[in-house]
């Protein structure tokens, strides 16, 4: 993906330094749940081989960001009240940072003239870059085990940048626009808080509770399709680079339920699924961007997502 460097630090906060220093490394318990977050990528490493490998436990059937209750808060996790980030030239995560940051923006900003050009009242999102763990600001709290997620009580994508490498380790998922995809999948939930989708299906999910994982499917994949509809945009301004959607492809497969129920030796439960299968993810990932239209992504109106 062609970007430029020197990305704008505008609803940016990084907070590196100080939640490395206050966690102290990657030896917090892992988070049973994370009350209200706005969904993420489900992916394997959170649940399922950081969890094991690194921790020693987890719950490999629990399906990713969205878990449904918050942990220990008293563990003394910093917050988002003093952040404090990392020097560039101390920094040597300074040009994914940068790549962060650009992508970040350039999602916000076309949200915001679509949503605004519909007659929808557009608020940013902000990018909070944490290393080890953080408290969110109604969300709870989270060791880096859970990965990229959303948090609607605070409109913040949450992203530890230690998660690109793990995506290369544990999923084979590589390259710049794999990452791009997994940003833009999180600001995808704004897109949904903003509009009210992810009230309508909380609030469906609580009367149906039966219901939920569906729902949280449908969700998933409108993410993912709002994923593409933004790449479609990157593709009309010529920022496109040969393997680019590949990688997203890549990614948005790695992810899938299915295959990550088995990598991690299970039988794989459909009844089980939150955010769909590598098939369907791919599926809604390249119908929005070869539509570029949001209307194309109502995953909640057909009989099979």
Not at 18 to 33: D, E, K, M, Q, V
Not at 62 to 90: C, H, Q, R, Y
Not at 269 to 283: A, I, K, L, M, W
Not at 285 to 302: H, I, K, L, Y
Request: glycine share 12%.
């Amino acid at each position: 993906m062609k970007w430029k460097k020197g990305a704008s630090d505008k609803n940016v906060i990084d907070a590196r330094r100080s939640s490395a220093r206050s966690a102290g490394g990657r030896g917090l318990p892992i988070p049973t749940s994370l009350a209200g977050a706005g969904g993420g990528l489900g992916l394997v490493v959170v649940i399922v081989i950081v969890a094991i490998n690194a921790f020693g436990g987890g719950t490999p059937g629990s399906g990713g960001f969205d878990l449904p209750a918050g942990f220990n808060d008293a563990l003394g996790v910093p917050g988002a009240e003093n952040p404090e980030g990392i020097p560039a030239d101390e920094d040597p995560q300074a040009d994914l940072k940068d790549f962060s940051a650009y992508v970040f923006n350039d999602t916000q900003d076309v949200w915001s003239q679509t949503l605004r050009e519909d007659g929808s009242r557009y608020k940013d999102a902000q990018l909070y870059l944490y290393s080890n763990a953080v408290r969110t600001n109604g969300c709870g709290s989270a060791t880096s085990a859970v990965g990229p997620f959303y948090c609607p009580a605070d409109d913040r994508v949450y992203l530890d940048l230690s998660f690109y490498d793990e995506m290369k380790r544990q999923l084979g998922a590589s390259g710049d626009f794999a990452w791009a995809y997994v940003i833009a999948h999180e600001m995808g939930h704004h897109v949904q808080n903003l509009t009210g989708t992810s009230a309508k299906v909380d609030q469906l999910s609580r009367q149906n509770p039966d219901d939920a994982n569906e729902l949280s499917v449908r969700q998933e994949l409108q993410a993912d399709c709002y994923a593409g509809v933004w790449a479609s945009t990157v593709f009309a301004q010529g920022d496109l680079e040969q393997g680019d959607i590949e990688e997203a492809f890549n990614a948005a497969e790695a992810v899938g339920d299915d295959r990550l129920q088995q990598q991690a030796g299970q039988s794989i439960n459909p009844d089980s699924f939150t955010h769909g299968t590598s098939e369907q993810r791919r599926e809604w990932f390249n119908r929005g961007f070869e539509s570029g239209q949001p209307a194309d992504c109502d995953t909640f109106s057909v009989d099979e997502p």
